[in-house]
Nanobody
Framework: VQLEESGGRVVPPGGSLRLSCATS????????MGWYRQTPGSQRALVAH???????HYVGAVKGRFTISSDNAFKSVYLEMSSLTPEDTGIYYC?????????WGQGTQVTVSS
C-alpha cells in the first residue's frame, strides 16, 4: 500500500487550500478513507473521513470549513480547506479509517501564517 499526499504549502489566515492523496496497492480493508493532522508534540488525529457510500464526518473546528471527497474507488482522496486559521497548521496525512499504522505516507505540510 502506498499513500502519497500533496498540496500543502504556506497560506495566509483566511485562505484556502486543496490537499490530494493518491492511493495504490492492495488494501486489506477499504471501507473509508480519512485525513489526519499532526502538530508538534501531538499524535496524529482524525480531521475528516469519507465512507465508500459517500458519507462524511468532520471533527471539531473543521466542520463547515473542510470538505473531504474522493473518486475512482478511493484512488484519489481530497481535502478542500477554507477559512484557514493558524490552528490548522500541521502535517496532513491520508489513511484508511479507522487508521492502519502500516500505511502512513510522508504527509504534506500545511502552514497557516501571515
Amino acid at each position: 500500500v502506498q499513500l502519497e499526499e500533496s498540496g500543502g504549502r504556506v497560506v495566509p489566515p483566511g485562505g484556502s487550500l486543496r490537499l490530494s492523496c493518491a492511493t495504490s496497492g492492495s488494501f486489506s480493508r477499504l471501507n473509508a478513507m480519512g485525513w489526519y493532522r499532526q502538530t508538534p508534540g501531538s499524535q496524529r488525529a482524525l480531521v475528516a473521513h469519507i465512507t465508500n457510500s459517500g458519507n462524511t464526518h468532520y471533527v471539531g473546528a473543521v466542520k463547515g470549513r473542510f470538505t473531504i471527497s474522493s473518486d475512482n474507488a478511493f484512488k484519489s482522496v481530497y481535502l478542500e480547506m477554507s477559512s484557514l486559521t493558524p490552528e490548522d497548521t500541521g502535517i496532513y496525512y491520508c489513511n484508511v479509517w479507522p487508521r492502519e499504522d502500516d500505511y502512513w505516507g510522508q504527509g504534506t505540510q500545511v502552514t497557516v501564517s501571515s
